[in-house]
C-alpha cells in the first residue's frame, strides 16, 4: 500500500487547506462550490432532456446557420473581387 491515501495524508491536506484558507473561509467555500455543482447539475440535465426531445430540430438551424455563413463569405469574396477590380482599372487609368 505505498501508492494509497494514508490517513495521514488527509490530516496533513486538511491542515494545508485551513492554513492557507483560515477557518472561517472554509464553510463559505463549501457553499459557493455546492451552489456551483447543483447549478451545473441542472444545467447539464436540462441540456440533456432538450436533446433527447427534440434531435431533429437542433440539427436544421446549424445547417441553416452554415449555409448562411457559407452565403455571407461568398458575398464578401464577391465584394472583394471587384474592389480588387476596381483598383486595378485606376491603376491602369492613371
Same mark, same amino acid.
Given at each position: 500500500?505505498?501508492?494509497?491515501?494514508?490517513?495521514?495524508?488527509?490530516?496533513?491536506?486538511?491542515?494545508?487547506?485551513?492554513?492557507?484558507?483560515? &477557518?472561517?473561509?472554509?464553510?463559505? %467555500? *463549501?457553499?459557493?462550490?455546492?451552489?456551483?455543482?447543483?447549478?451545473?447539475?441542472? @444545467?447539464? /440535465?436540462?441540456?440533456?432532456?432538450?436533446?433527447?426531445?427534440?434531435?431533429?430540430?437542433?440539427?436544421?438551424? &446549424?445547417?441553416?446557420?452554415?449555409? %448562411? *455563413?457559407?452565403?455571407?463569405?461568398?458575398?464578401?469574396?464577391?465584394?472583394?473581387? @471587384?474592389? /480588387?477590380?476596381?483598383?486595378?482599372?485606376?491603376?491602369?487609368?492613371?
Amino acid at each position: 500500500m505505498l501508492n494509497g491515501l494514508q490517513p495521514w495524508h488527509l490530516i496533513i491536506l486538511v491542515l494545508i487547506v485551513v492554513l492557507l484558507f483560515g &477557518a472561517k473561509r472554509l464553510p463559505d %467555500a *463549501a457553499r459557493s462550490i455546492g451552489k456551483s455543482m447543483k447549478i451545473f447539475k441542472a @444545467e447539464t /440535465k436540462d441540456m440533456h432532456n432538450e436533446s433527447a426531445a427534440e434531435p431533429e430540430k437542433r440539427e436544421l438551424p &446549424a445547417a441553416t446557420a452554415q449555409s %448562411a *455563413a457559407d452565403q455571407q463569405v461568398a458575398e464578401l469574396q464577391r465584394q472583394l473581387d @471587384e474592389l /480588387k477590380r476596381q483598383q486595378e482599372q485606376q491603376k491602369h487609368a492613371s
